[in-house]
């Protein structure tokens, strides 16, 4: 089965740096757009970036623009998101998640990883 297995959250102080990874596994990678989400206590997920299945396009919640870099290697069939002077306020649970370009119904979810900000 479909398996997306993030990795790299931690805990940081503010205006520190993070490099999330997503490995996907079992599924034609190139053939599915990537996002990240994000889950705060208490609030509903957001969607925080997301990249083509090429990678040509790329888009970003305004809260994160300038700060944070999404990117995907289709030969590594892994995506990234590159976060830069973290904030408190980007503390959550960063999900990945897949949609298949040809029914974007058809989609997977990571597990999660856990980003702290905080000093």
């Known amino acids: 089965q479909v398996q997306l297995v993030e990795s790299g959250g931690g805990l940081v102080q503010p205006g520190g740096s993070l490099r999330l990874s997503c490995a996907a596994s079992?599924?034609?990678?190139?053939?599915?757009?990537m996002s990240w989400y994000r889950q705060a206590p208490g609030k509903e997920r957001e969607l925080v970036a997301s990249?083509?299945?090429?990678?040509?396009?790329?888009n970003y919640v305004d809260s994160v623009k300038g700060r944070f870099t999404i990117s995907r290697d289709n030969a590594k069939n892994t995506v990234y998101l590159q976060m830069n002077s973290l904030k408190p306020e980007d503390t959550a649970v960063y999900y990945c998640?897949?949609?298949?370009?040809?029914?974007?119904?058809?989609?997977?979810w990571g597990q999660g990883t856990q980003v702290t900000v905080s000093s």
């Open positions: 998640n897949a949609r298949w370009v040809f029914n974007n119904r058809v989609g997977y």
């Open positions: 079992r599924l034609t990678f190139s053939s599915y757009a």
């Open positions: 990249i083509t299945h090429s990678g040509a396009s790329t």
